[in-house]
């Protein structure tokens, strides 16, 4: 059954500190990629996604993303933490493109210290 | 653009009570409409979805159901609330296919005590 996994539930980094947040799917197809972010109180921003092509794709408020087929993995990147990146940070795999169902991961918390 | 209404905030009720969880749209038409839950511990879970009024379909089996009286407007509902339906639960909306344009709205937290 297709799957995301976020195996860290919470992350505390340094302001100006560099980001890694992982993420790891299991589906058979070629996978729709997505990350969202959920500040406190707001609803789910879509940071980015990977349909096809570069594997390297770059999103909004500076972070980048790189697929990796042979991992099975979407790890969120960003060089520079800000103390506004403070949120929760969702992976997601999208099932049937003409439905826009998604399947979701458990969410990385991220706090940043100034 | 897309404006989703997504109404209480938070809510606290008690176990054996009824809930109504009401979603509305502005700035489209024809949407498909989904209800999502993220329990503690747990990712957000597809629990219903619908690609027109009165269509429903739902994800798991569980103590809730859906329903889309209007084009616009998704309600999520149940008769007697469990322990068990605690959760944060999230209404989203997009345009027919293509994930491009799926946006979410800002939450209920429920507590069922």
């Known amino acids: 059954a297709q799957s995301v996994t976020q195996p860290d539930i919470h992350i505390t980094v340094s302001e100006g500190a560099s980001l890694e947040l992982r993420c790891n799917y299991s589906?058979?197809?070629?996978?729709?990629l997505f990350w969202y972010v959920q500040s406190p109180g707001q609803g789910l921003q879509l940071l980015l996604k990977?349909?096809?092509?570069?594997?390297l794709v770059q999103g909004i408020k500076g972070f980048e993303a790189e697929f990796k087929r042979s991992q099975s993995s979407f790890n969120l990147r960003k060089p520079s933490v800000h103390w506004s990146d403070a949120a929760e940070y969702f992976c997601?795999?999208?099932?049937?493109?003409?439905?826009?169902?998604?399947?979701f991961g458990t969410g990385t918390r991220l706090q940043v210290f100034p | 653009s897309q404006t989703i209404h997504q109404w209480p905030a938070t809510l606290v009720q008690p176990v054996g009570s009824p809930l109504s969880l009401e979603c509305t749209v502005e700035?489209?038409?024809?949407?498909?409409l989904y209800w999502y839950r993220q329990a503690a511990g747990r990712g957000l879970q597809l629990l219903f979805y619908?690609?027109?009024?009165?269509?429903i379909s739902s994800e798991v089996p569980q103590n809730l159901s859906a329903s889309r009286p209007q084009d616009r407007q998704f309600i999520l509902s149940s008769k007697k609330l469990l322990l068990s339906d605690s959760g944060f639960y999230l209404c989203?909306?997009?345009?027919?296919?293509?994930?491009?344009?799926?946006?979410f709205g800002s939450g209920t937290q429920l507590s069922v005590l």
């Open positions: 989203a909306c997009s345009q027919t296919g293509g994930f491009e344009k799926l946006f």
């Open positions: 589906y058979g197809a070629t996978p729709y």
């Open positions: 997601a795999v999208g099932l049937s493109y003409n439905t826009d169902k998604l399947i």
């Open positions: 619908s690609v027109g009024i009165g269509q």
């Open positions: 700035g489209t038409s024809n949407p498909n």
């Open positions: 990977y349909f096809s092509g570069d594997t």
